[in-house]
């Protein structure tokens, strides 16, 4: 639920207004009760004007504050229109999970509400009512209405820099790379086997051919699986329990998403199988879109997504293509250097009891390389970038997890030869192809100037 809140617009803009609505009900009591005790040198600073004045100060602020937080609202619509039709539909998450973008809007509404609501409690002494200015209040809705014209200014400059694509595929590397340090801390060993300190040390069980099948509980794309339940499940059960799709796979109600064994090989009773078949759905979590929660691939899938599109010949844009490829090496030597392997869950005598599936280098390599050597066949800059691209992460894999790049090369190669190319590109691509295999021989050679 909370990763849900932190990407909607409306949680933090809500609460402001919440916020307000009690200090325009609160401050204005304070305000009768202080007024007459108040030091003189401290009202110098507060609003003096009369009630009638008062009144057009709150109204006019109320008024500005209300046509420029649609002014915002508006902005970030086109924004979001545009990232998602000139970049990538999952990026979207990027600009409504912006902190910066939820408090300017929070803090316009909140003036907006404050001042509305302190002008209900301004008399002007008609009537027979005494008259009441509430200059606390005013002064505090002055103060806000400054606070929130800089705030604009602030949000302005914010909005250009953010729907620069540069920026954006930087914030797309800093949240996968915060997202890679947080689910994989380890790192494996230096000969190319696993940690000895990671989870996957052992080879993960696989499930016998009578083992029970598991089925999704719902539509949708696996966003986390609920660890501490899962495991629970399978050490009541005395089972062991195998979630065989990574998150931001999409999954469909009913159909198989893992199984479930027991552990000393004797069948399960009905009532284990029935509450198993309800206990594992309810800890595999879907939504409907894929977020970076428990996702490691979410971050080379954006980037992935903004190669493509600057590539269609819609936009025909190699350039951004060529950055995208760069992000997405960063991501993955730094990946590279993480325990990719199955993650096991252990019950408390240290026995494996929940396989947990997770893309490996290789799943990682082909979803940030294959649809750009696709779509960028014909474009030499793009396929130079995929060979510096298998270069650097070779230089930055163990020999024991080499093999992907290796593929990976060769379908570069294969791409190449395909392509009606000038000789001097060729040439230049054939080279660097030459680099990689020096890098992965643990090499870097230094390219000649054509």
Known sequence: MSERLRAQLWPLPTLGVA??????????????????DMPSWLRAYLFGGSPDAARSVLAAIAGSMITVTALT???????????????????????????????????????FTFAL?????????????????????????????????????LFLSHLAREIRIESMMSSVLSAADRTIHRLLPEEPDLSGEPSARGDSAAAPPEPPANALTLAAGASGFLTSVDEAALLKAAVEADALVRID?????????????????????????????????????????????????????????QLTDIAAKA?????????????????????????????????????????????????????????????????????PAVLARIAMLLRELAWCTVPA????????????????????????????????????DEALAGRWAQARRH
């Open 19 to 36: 916020l307000a609505i009690v200090a325009g009900v609160g401050l204005p009591l304070l305000d009768g009760l202080t007024q007459h």
């Open 73 to 111: 609202f508006s902005l970030t619509v086109v924004t979001l229109q545009l990232a998602s039709s000139q970049f990538s539909p999952r990026l979207l998450r990027t600009f409504t999970a912006d902190r910066y973008v939820q408090a300017t809007l929070a803090l316009f509404l909140a003036t």
């Open 117 to 153: 609501t302190v002008l209900r409690t301004v008399r002007t002494g008609d009537d027979g009512q005494t008259g009441f200015v509430p200059q606390t209040s005013v002064t505090v809705a002055f103060v806000l209405t400054l606070a929130s014209v800089l705030a604009l200014v």
């Open 245 to 301: 799709r990574p998150p931001g796979s999409s999954l469909i109600a009913g159909t198989p998403v893992g199984a479930a064994w027991p552990r000393t090989g004797e069948p399960f009773t009905r009532d284990t199988r029935a509450r198993l078949a309800e206990e594992v759905p309810h800890a595999v979590r879907t939504g409907a879109e894929r977020t970076d929660l428990q996702d490691v691939a979410f971050g080379l899938r």
């Open 311 to 379: 590539l269609s010949p819609g936009i025909n844009d190699p350039t951004t293509a060529v950055h995208a490829l760069s992000h997405s090496s960063a991501l993955l030597c730094e990946l590279a250097r993480r325990d990719l392997g199955p993650r096991l869950l252990r019950d408390e005598h240290r026995q494996i009891r929940v396989v947990l599936c997770r893309p490996d280098l290789q799943d990682l390599l082909d979803l940030a390389v294959d649809q750009p050597l696709r779509y960028g066949a014909a474009e």
């Open 401 to 436: 997890r080499h093999s992907p790049v290796v593929a990976a090369l060769a379908r570069l190669r294969s791409t190449v030869d395909a392509q009606d190319l000038h000789a001097a590109e060729r040439l230049r691509l054939t080279e660097l192809a030459q680099h990689v």
